[in-house]
């Protein structure tokens, strides 16, 4: 990358970049079993790695059990001995990349998928990680850590969000980028798949704070990103402001004022209608085509929501309105409960003017873990990843899961609902009505179009009910579970535009 370091890898979970002086940073990951301490001859061989590939130790503080260590070299040409001891027990789980992977692989049986294709797609064309400096109120400088990670660009330009949070991370990141390459080709949208982010707390930074550290971040990923090379988009603790502040520090860099730069921007800066309720929109179609499958009728259906972020706000809104009865709602303080159903508006006006919905009058508050094992017929997980486990899947009492949210079922959760009979409806087609907007949105800006909200959900709503056919159809020829029929559903997509390049 012309920084004159090559970088090395140490062993399998540790990550190094060598440095001129012989010095070398690793990183450590999670899944290295117990302590170890080991001296390894190791062949430097950049050639294996994309040239614009750079790996970098993770700055502030030390996320997610990764440990961070200095280790020193023997400066040799072609190969380098370094000892390392690691201290701390790190019991070895799954990272989201390993698990994703794991999908990936079971699909490709499915499918019976070329194994060129499969080894495209067991990594990413493109990883970057940045430094960040920052600029802070009082006047000190602090660094943070920032990624892209461009995963596949086989149906088009890259496309995925951008997320600020203490827990992001290259593994976490590279998972999502991963996914969305899945979610464009499951929407037959002409786009690939990537993701960023920014290891940092934004509600320890100032409005001003997060300005420069989004302009400082756009510097960095510039030369990476345009309306036909990537198109970023808000994620977790992002926001069409700050779309709206990469795209006019986009424009200062390159000198190109390209609204289509990215999507989710403020309407007056280039954005669409719909785009806000997009991805809980999308994910109603969805039920209503399962209620189709399931013989739902909506006022004798109870749903539980957890999350009343943008999207399970929007999505219980919609379900309610819509007649079925919402018993069950959370936000990150807990949730409230009544088996008769919540008054959803008076629901989210409360949360609006007390911060939490802990106080609702008429309603019992239960904890987050107690809401997912409530008596129900639809949960819908709309917040965190990760939050149906081993530990907790078989309390589930819904009829169906609708994943709203990122990832928020584990593998093994998800064996032990499809064993008790839970229909599961994975995130890559419930929650694409996000991206699918934003395609929207970035079609808008090249042609100079501007849509009402109407024609926007006219068109969203075929895709996201013709997904949903598609994954049944899938379902039913390979005779496999609804994720893994969506996975193969993409795999099918993916496969013929790789091929083409092969």
Known sequence: GGSGRSPVLLRPGIEAVNKPNGSTKGRVHEGLLSSFASTTQLASQPSQ????????????P??????????????????????????TIIMATSSPFESAQKTLHEAGKVVGLDKDVLTILERAEREVTVAVPTRMDDGSLRVFEGYRIQFNSARGPYKGGLRYHPRVDLEEVRALAFL??????????????????????????SKDELERLTRSFTRRI??????HRDVPAPDVNT????????????????GKDERAVCTGKPLDAGGSQ???AATGQGGFYVLEELAKVLSFEPAATRVVVQGVGNVGRSFARLASQAGYKVIGL???????????????????KHKASEGKLEGLPDAKAVTNDDLLALDCDLLVPAALGGVLTKANAGDVKARAVLELANGPTTTEADAILE?????LIPDILTNSGGVTVSYFEWQQNESGEEWTEAEVNAKLEPMMKGAFQAMRERKEKYNTTHRLATFALALERLSEAIQKDL
């Open 274 to 276: 719909g785009r806000d």
């Open 239 to 254: 926001n069409a402001e700050v779309m709206r502040v990469l795209a006019d520090e986009y424009a200062k860099v390159t």
């Open 62 to 87: 030390i996320q997610n059990n990764i440990e961070t260590h200095s280790l020193t070299t023997a400066q040799q040409p072609q190969t380098a001995t370094v000892s390392i001891t690691v201290n």
């Open 222 to 227: 510039a030369p990476l990103i345009g309306p």
């Open 419 to 423: 064993e008790n009979g839970v229909v």
């Open 180 to 205: 969305m390459a899945i979610k464009t080709a499951v929407l037959d949208l002409p786009l690939g798949g990537a993701k960023g982010g920014i290891t940092v707390n934004p509600k320890e930074l």
């Open 49 to 60: 790695y994309p040239r614009n590939t750079f790996s970098s130790p993770p700055l502030g």
């Open 330 to 348: 959370s936000d990150s303080s807990g949730g409230v409960y009544n088996a008769d159903g919540l008054d959803v508006e008076a629901a989210l």
